[in-house]
């Protein structure tokens, strides 16, 4: 059976740095992915990492600042978020692709996810 649940979020000021923890168990070479909902928004891609790191998807709102990564042998997915804004707050939620190890144009949709951990909240005050 698949679980994932996150940790690390919390309350940090504007330009202040989280990273986001991911630990993964019954999962093999799987693709994975970062999502985030706000209140009273739709649920929106982060970024994605394939299943041995090799290649990164981001949001345009994320480039630059936020950086996926996993440790395989820890099964643990990470998103070190730096550089935080007041529009970052949000329950960060992270996704398994059980059907792909690679990356794709999909891996930014929530459709593409067959698992999905209970999220962690992230408050960014200005």
Same mark, same amino acid.
């Given at each position: 059976?698949?679980?994932?649940?996150?940790?690390?979020?919390?309350?940090?000021?504007?330009?202040?740095?989280?990273?986001?923890?991911?630990?993964?168990?019954?999962?093999?070479?799987?693709?994975?992915?970062?999502?985030?909902?706000?209140?009273?928004?739709?649920?929106?891609?982060?970024?994605?990492?394939?299943?041995?790191?090799?290649?990164?998807?981001?949001?345009?709102?994320?480039?630059?600042?936020?950086?996926?990564?996993?440790?395989?042998?820890?099964? *643990?997915?990470?998103?070190?978020?730096?550089?935080?804004?007041?529009?970052?707050?949000?329950?960060?939620?992270?996704?398994?692709?059980?059907?792909?190890?690679?990356?794709?144009?999909?891996?930014?949709?929530?459709?593409?996810?067959?698992?999905?951990?209970?999220? *962690?909240?992230? *408050?960014?005050?200005?």
């Amino acid at each position: 059976q698949v679980q994932l649940v996150e940790s690390g979020g919390g309350l940090v000021q504007t330009g202040g740095s989280l990273r986001l923890s991911c630990a993964a168990s019954g999962l093999s070479s799987y693709a994975m992915g970062w999502f985030r909902q706000a209140p009273g928004k739709e649920r929106e891609f982060v970024a994605a990492i394939s299943w041995n790191g090799g290649y990164t998807y981001y949001a345009d709102s994320v480039k630059g600042r936020f950086t996926i990564s996993r440790d395989n042998a820890k099964k *643990t997915m990470y998103l070190q978020m730096n550089s935080l804004k007041p529009e970052d707050t949000a329950v960060y939620l992270c996704a398994a692709d059980r059907d792909r190890g690679g990356l794709s144009p999909s891996s930014r949709e929530i459709y593409e996810y067959d698992y999905w951990g209970q999220g *962690t909240q992230v *408050t960014v005050s200005s």
